[in-house]
């Protein structure tokens, strides 16, 4: 059991040694998964997504003091995409979180380099939204909070260079409520985050009802 422990310990010091790593990759857990790979961004405890085919729940497990400034630690569940696109997902925090500012994203980013350009939809443990972007690599992170607080419905659209965050509620009607213009070359990865606001802990947070909308004009997701 000590010697488990003691790996684990080495495990999570190298992986918190470089932020500029993608520190572990994944398969999915199910082959029904919409998406490539899972993986952990930046300075982060390994996370994990897991995928339940009866209830079509994503766990997502993230850690990471937090997605701002010039770079990014979470965990991330990806697929590659070109052209435009729309993501949507409900989202279910873990009941009592301890951090209000844990964070649970569907985002549209460049690279998985932890100081890759994006633009997200974020939702916080404490209920308000947010648009997030980061439109140079390295560069500082922007955010417009959105009028609507608590909404579990979120959705974020790629029209070019153009990138829209939504909020909705469970009957599936989403309005717009921020938009800002990144340009991003294809192609972006495209998926579902988790960021604890916890440099040493992680949260676990579902994401259901998830889906990916592809403009008829765009290719699918690139193969490896």
């Known amino acids: 059991m000590m010697i488990f422990q003691?790996?684990?310990k080495e495990l999570v010091a190298f992986a918190l040694a470089g932020a500029s790593l993608v520190v572990a990759q994944q398969r999915p857990s199910s082959s029904r998964s919409i998406f490539e790979a899972s993986s952990d961004v930046g300075k982060t405890w390994a996370g994990s997504t897991v995928y339940g085919p009866a209830d079509g729940i994503y766990r997502v497990t993230g850690g990471g003091a937090d997605m701002w400034g010039?770079?990014?630690a979470f965990h991330?569940?990806?697929?590659?995409?070109s052209g435009d696109a729309a993501l949507t997902a409900d989202i279910q925090f873990p009941w009592g979180s301890k951090a209000p500012l844990e964070k649970a994203v569907l985002i549209f980013r460049q690279s998985l380099d932890p100081a890759s350009p994006y633009a997200?939809?974020?939702i916080h443990a404490?209920?308000?939204?947010?648009l997030q972007y980061r439109a140079t690599a390295g560069g500082k992170t922007v955010d417009v909070t959105a009028a609507d607080h608590g909404s579990t419905r979120l959705r974020i659209e790629r029209s070019g260079d153009r990138f829209t965050a939504y909020t909705g509620s469970a009957s599936g009607k989403v309005t717009a409520f921020s938009n800002t213009t990144i340009a991003l070359e294809?192609?972006?990865y495209v998926g579902i985050g988790v960021c604890a606001h916890d440099a040493e802990?992680?949260?676990t947070v579902g994401f259901s009802n998830v889906s990916i909308e592809r403009s008829s004009a765009s290719p699918a997701a690139n193969k490896k």
């Open 6 to 8: 003691q790996g684990i």
């Open 70 to 72: 010039a770079a990014d």
């Open 76 to 81: 991330f569940s990806w697929v590659r995409v």
């Open 120 to 122: 997200d939809v974020a």
């Open 126 to 130: 404490d209920g308000h939204i947010t």
């Open 186 to 188: 294809d192609p972006v």
């Open 201 to 203: 802990g992680l949260t």
